[in-house]
């Protein structure tokens, strides 16, 4: 059996350094409030809102480290709550994405593309794909176990020396199935 476990992924943001210091002050730098699933990876102790047409969240956790450019993650209900109509994508893929206002204790930052609704996928370390025949990219079937459980198609497979086995699904996929981080799914197809 092919099982890996699951994090449930809440709205979170990625943020440059750029808009970093936009949000928080020349010189101001991301502080790690606990490490993640993946290696070098970590919920940072600041927050930021976040705006849309329709309404706006007051607290979303940054993740760090910095990336090259700023991408906020969010499912489908936050998307509405927003007013916005972000694409599924893989993160980094934020070309003609949805655009958010972004705010800080030191100033405030409109992009015009970077919101995406997260395509799930599993994150997988060379070895254990090599072991199971999974290739980068490949889109798989997935059980997910949970308290009403479902099975998941077009999960995207990604492959890394620099991953840890993990599935990341988003807060809607995993109220639907009754799942929680900490659940395990199986890879069926």
Not at 38 to 49: F, H, M, S
Not at 148 to 175: C, K, Q, W, Y
Request: charged share 20%.
């Amino acid at each position: 059996m092919k099982t890996v476990p699951v994090g449930v992924s809440a709205r979170h943001i990625h943020l440059s350094q750029e808009h970093v210091e936009i949000l928080f002050g020349k010189g101001a730098a991301l502080t790690e409030m606990k490490p993640l699933s993946q290696p070098g990876q970590y919920a940072a102790n600041e927050t930021v809102a976040v705006i849309g047409p329709k309404g706006g969240f007051p607290k979303v956790r940054i993740l760090g480290p910095t990336r090259g450019r700023t991408q906020l993650e969010v499912s489908r209900t936050d998307a509405f709550a927003l007013g916005i109509n972000p694409p599924v994508r893989e993160s980094g893929d934020i070309a003609g994405s949805a655009g958010i206002t972004i705010k800080g204790p030191a100033g405030e930052v409109t992009i015009q593309e970077g919101v995406i609704v997260a395509a799930r996928h599993i994150h997988f370390h060379t070895s254990d794909a090599e072991r199971w025949g999974i290739a980068d990219k490949q889109r798989l079937s997935v059980r997910l176990h949970g308290e009403r459980g479902v099975v998941l198609e077009h999960v995207i497979a990604r492959v890394s020396p620099d991953f840890a086995l993990d599935m990341h699904i988003d807060t809607d996929e995993a109220n639907a199935a009754g799942a929680a981080t900490g659940d395990t799914a199986e890879i069926i197809g």
